[in-house]
Structure formats: structure tokens, C-alpha cells
């Protein structure tokens, strides 16, 4: 289900932009939620990101949807991922976030869980809509 890419040009001829991209946030954790979170502040398309291909989200988010419910939006409110917009996760949940996955076992848990262990030298990470 989750899918990483050697280069732009690799992802584009496996699925060309529909993918649901998790990111690392790479901002400084002095950084405020609002700059985050800012349409403007979001880099799309990263080598060391993983990928979720458009066939599979649905299944994605039936299955991982009650892992990532603590996201910040856009507007800054939280909630359940959204599948069109930026869900940002800060460092403080990627320990929960885990355990909740390692208990669970969802369809290819063990790549997410080892992407988050990597997480953990940012300032979180994003989950960013088709």
C-alpha cells in the first residue's frame, strides 16, 4: 500500500499525481501551527516521502483512518485524515501513533512504522491530499 520512489520521474510513470503523499516536516519546531500548516509552506513530491496510490485509498483510509484522527488542518481545526487537504501530525503523536499501528496490524503496517521511526528527527509530518 505505501509506496516510495528513487526520483519525480519513477513516481510519475508508476501512477503519474495520484497519490496521497506522507511527508516529513522538515520546519523548525519553533515553527507556529499556522505557518505549518500553510498552503504556501507545503512542498509537494519528495524523494524520501511514502506514497499512497489513488487505488488505494479508500482501503487506506478504512484502514488506518482511526490511527491518524488527531491531524491539523488547514483551518487548524482537527479531525480524521482528509483525503484533499494537509493533515499535519506533530512529533508528539508519532509514538501513539505507532503503538496504535503495531497493535492493529493493518495491510503493510511494518513500511509506515519504520517511515515514523525516521519521523522522529522532524518536526512531525504531514499526511497531503490528492
Known amino acids: 500500500m505505501f509506496y ?5 520521474i519513477e513516481r510519475r510513470k508508476f501512477g503519474g499525481s495520484d497519490f496521497l503523499e506522507i511527508q516529513f516536516c522538515k520546519m523548525l519546531s519553533q515553527t507556529t501551527i499556522e505557518i505549518i500548516t500553510a498552503v504556501d509552506s507545503i512542498t509537494h513530491w519528495l524523494n524520501d516521502s511514502l506514497y499512497i496510490y489513488g487505488d488505494d485509498i479508500n482501503t487506506f483510509l478504512q484502514e488506518y483512518g482511526c490511527v491518524f484522527d488527531y ?4 483551518n487548524l481545526e482537527t479531525g480524521m ?6 493533515n499535519y501530525y506533530g512529533p508528539d503523536l508519532i509514538d501513539s501513533i505507532r503503538t496504535k499501528l503495531l497493535e492493529m496490524r493493518p495491510t503493510d503496517y511494518e513500511k509506515l512504522a519504520e517511515w515514523l521511526n525516521r519521523a522522529k ?4 509530518f504531514y499526511i497531503l491530499g490528492e
Open 4 to 8: 516510495s520512489f528513487s526520483s519525480q
Open 71 to 74: 491531524g491539523i488542518y488547514n
Open 81 to 86: 485524515v482528509d483525503p484533499f487537504g494537509i
Open 121 to 124: 528527527k522532524y518536526n512531525g
